[in-house]
């Protein structure tokens, strides 16, 4: 399984992971990556929402902002100083919060790339879970909200983008309907859509059917990631398993990303 890159991963600042930067870059380098970005769970304020939704998102897990700057940051400067042979990319995973824009741009000042999550957003004025039962207003706001924030231009991966299909047995129109409207925003601001292999592991997604019509445009731009929370995933069972996915439906996954 040759693999060049990988830009979609964790490391213990998260809560929910484990490792370092520096680990991941020479598991990187043991599978002969030329690339390698890292992009843990940025800080999120805990002024956004109220502190029983911050911590249902683990949000109180997450890093802070202090150690976003004197944990995070350092740890690719030390690696990034050791390693001449691989590039390595600093970024985070954000959600995205309208209003909040300003933030994010600050955070890429320090990074080379933001890859959009989104694990929670507003839906009618309250927060809720990408990984709940949505009803239809819901998946017409999940839609809305990818499109607000690939259209400010921050992102350059949106990851596992089919997280609303979490919940969703039978495939139906309305689910083809967000799909597309996910397809055209990414396309129209030149913003990779993730096969991500962690999901796997929940045996929810990658989903076939959202990735049979993502593969019915010929313009949009794919790229494969880890999203690993463990060093055995970063170029284990679980890629194996994505590549295969990628193959069998023959989408044209990029090998590297184009900056």
Known sequence: MKRLANYHSHVALCGHAEGIVEDYVIEALKHN?????????????????????????????????????EKYLPQFEESINKHKNINILKAVETEYIEGKE????????????????IHFYESDGEFISSYGALTEKDLYNYA???????????????AHPELFLYHVGEFLPIH??????????AMKNDVYLE??????????????????????YKNVKIILNSDAHYLKDFHG???????????ELGLNVSSKIDF
């Open 237 to 247: 069972e679980n890629v194996k398993k994505a590549v295969d996915f990628a193959k």
């Open 33 to 69: 990556y030329e690339e390698i970005g890292i992009s843990d769970h940025c800080p999120v304020p805990i002024s956004w929402m109220k502190e029983e939704l911050y911590n249902i998102f683990w949000l109180n897990q997450q890093m802070t902002e202090a150690d976003f700057y």
């Open 102 to 117: 300003a933030y994010y741009k600050n955070l890429l000042m320090h990074l080379d790339y933001l890859v959009l999550g």
């Open 144 to 158: 809305l909200i990818v499109e607000k924030a690939l259209d400010t231009k921050l992102y350059k991966i949106l």
């Open 176 to 185: 083809a309907e967000i799909t597309k409207r996910i397809i055209f925003a």
């Open 195 to 216: 096969v991500n292999a962690n999901g796997f592991y929940h045996q929810k997604y990658p989903r076939k059917e959202f990735w049979e019509i993502v593969k019915e």
